[in-house]
């Protein structure tokens, strides 16, 4: 666990600004995963931004994928993580989770992967620019995650099916060990990973970048019962990652240099890379942009076989705390584009397909 007094020890964290210290600060759990579209929580913290709203936060240390992280928060190790596609498969084997506001994605268009990459050995036969190519290649992906719902659209807009090519579960960061192993042919992958094996894998090829094939899917997720006991800490939470998301926008090379801090051997350089894509698809708000993108993800995987069962998605979002602090606190996402009126939400929403 690290935590809010460990980050602040360290000689390289930037002075957090004056916050009120008369009241007392909430204590809150949180979890992360080691992806650079992840950096809003532990940027919360060392600027100084969860005291500010009047919290007191310890960060997990960050996770392989969701799927480690949904594990973590069912053992009671964090009460709010951030995941995204995990968190469709644990709702359909039972587990009541509860979608509150976005780490990563847009609430003011539809498509939105610019964080994802397809990463190619340079003999695997797979052209730059023709995804039906990929027919009969191995291909790593992390099953259940973000970057498995990216490889399927990829293969779908290759004209392929699931079937035409061989899919190797595998955690993020072994993925560039594999590739230069020539154990894979190629894998898909969050950033920074893909910019890593760009660096580290002699004659790596990027196959493609984001290309909006998919609505990226990555939300605060918390337990239904502690959602509904905590509405006042959420929003005191979601400001404060809300806040710390806009100054990553604004400063991406310091916000680059904080996830060199959480994020395993990660170094500037390639940091400073992926936050390019990164601050794209850092928007905390909602909107009906959101539940279809959560919607499309449960369709393709369903369809695919991958899950057996749907459910409704607007049972597993609760847009209320978000949608409060975006009324309350506008400043927060005054440089963010503003919602279309026909996908904007309030309190009470229901999306339909």
Do not use: C
Not at 254 to 281: C, D, H, S, Y
């Amino acid at each position: 666990m690290i935590t809010r007094r460990t980050v602040l020890a360290g000689a390289a964290v930037i002075a957090a600004p004056a916050v009120v210290r008369a009241q007392q600060l909430i204590k809150m759990k949180a979890g992360m995963v080691t992806g650079i579209d992840q950096l809003g929580l532990p940027i919360a913290l060392e600027r100084g931004f969860f005291e500010k709203w009047g919290l007191d936060v310890d960060i997990a240390r960050p996770y392989a994928t969701g799927v480690d992280a949904l594990n973590a928060l069912q053992a009671g190790e964090s009460e709010i993580v951030q995941v995204g596609v995990p968190m469709i498969g644990a709702v359909v084997r039972g587990m009541d989770l509860v979608a509150l506001g976005n780490y990563s994605g847009n609430a003011h268009r539809g498509g939105s992967d610019a964080t994802m990459a397809l990463i190619a050995r340079a003999d695997s036969g797979i052209s730059k620019g023709d995804l039906s190519s990929l027919k009969g290649k191995k291909i790593a992906a992390s099953f259940g995650t973000i970057n498995h719902l990216y490889i399927l659209a990829l293969i779908e807009k290759g004209g392929l099916t699931p079937a035409d090519v061989t899919l190797v579960n595998t955690p993020p960061p072994d993925m560039t060990v594999a590739l230069l192993a020539k154990g894979i042919d190629a894998f898909v992958g969050w950033d920074p990973w893909p910019i890593i094996a760009l660096k580290d894998v002699p004659g790596a090829v990027e196959i493609i970048r984001g290309g909006n094939v998919i609505a990226y899917v990555g939300f605060n997720v918390g337990m239904r019962p502690w959602v509904a006991a905590n509405g006042p800490k959420i929003e005191k939470f979601l400001a404060a990652v809300s806040e710390a998301d806009q100054w990553m926008r604004k400063n991406p090379k310091l916000a680059a240099q904080v996830g060199t801090r959480w994020i395993p051997g990660l170094k500037q350089e390639i940091a400073e890379a992926a936050m390019e894509f990164n601050i794209q698809q850092a928007d905390r708000r909602l909107s009906a942009n959101n539940y279809r993108a959560m919607w499309a993800a449960l369709d393709r995987l369903n369809r695919l076989g991958f899950l057996k069962s749907t459910f409704d998605v607007n049972k597993h979002i609760e847009p209320k705390h978000i949608l409060k602090v975006m009324q309350e606190h506008p400043a927060l996402f005054n440089d963010l584009p503003p919602i279309p009126a026909d996908v904007a939400i309030g309190p009470g929403y229901e999306f339909k397909p």
